[in-house]
């Protein structure tokens, strides 16, 4: 019988994806993470948790490296990052993982992770229509556009209009239900 030979090459460890709340691989620069945010990054390979520690930073825009929780799943592929305090509004912030993040078998990655956000703005309000002064035209809605995402039932006891509008019968009109509208 023949001897049998066969080659093979094996993978560097490396990132399979990475998310921040429902954002699967997010742009560098993404704009609009919550301020609640926890971040995932999922490996290709079991991984050493300890490096991965070592390895991994999130910082402000003055260079502070923001207190972190760490979960693994049980086969250390998949670990879950929450900054302990919530995210300032708008604000930049850099997630790094640097290629010396080693596999369980050992190996370091094979690039580093780096991606940049900045989280939601501060709650304002950029527009309106009808816009601020102008005539009503007879248009059936009101729309407020928000810097950031909002809580809608945060709001209807917080929106007056001056004078009340009327009804055809005179009374004056109430809005029992708030629509969102996400673009």
Do not use: C
Not at 112 to 127: A, D, K, N, Q, R
Request: avoid cysteine.
């Amino acid at each position: 019988a023949e001897d049998y030979t066969w080659q093979f090459t094996t993978v560097y460890p490396s990132v399979d994806f990475y998310q921040a709340g429902d954002l699967v691989n997010p742009p560098d620069g993404q704009s609009g993470i919550p301020l609640d945010s926890s971040f995932t990054i999922s490996f290709r390979q079991a991984m050493d948790t300890a490096s991965v520690s070592k390895a991994l930073t999130l910082s402000a825009p003055d260079g502070s490296q923001l207190a972190l929780d760490l979960e693994w799943n049980k086969d250390t592929t998949t670990l879950v990052i929450k900054p302990h305090e919530r995210l300032a509004y708008g604000t930049y912030y850099h997630l790094l993982l640097t290629d010396t993040a080693q596999a369980a078998s050992g190996g370091a990655l094979d690039k580093p992770l780096s991606w940049s956000f900045t989280s939601v703005s501060y709650p304002e309000i950029i527009g309106t229509s009808p816009a601020s002064g102008e005539a009503y035209s007879g248009m059936r809605q009101f729309i407020i556009q928000f810097a950031s995402p909002m809580r809608i039932n945060t709001l209807a006891d917080k929106v007056t209009f001056a004078p009340p509008q009327s009804t055809a019968t005179g009374s004056s009109a109430t809005r029992s239900a708030w629509r969102a509208r996400t673009s």
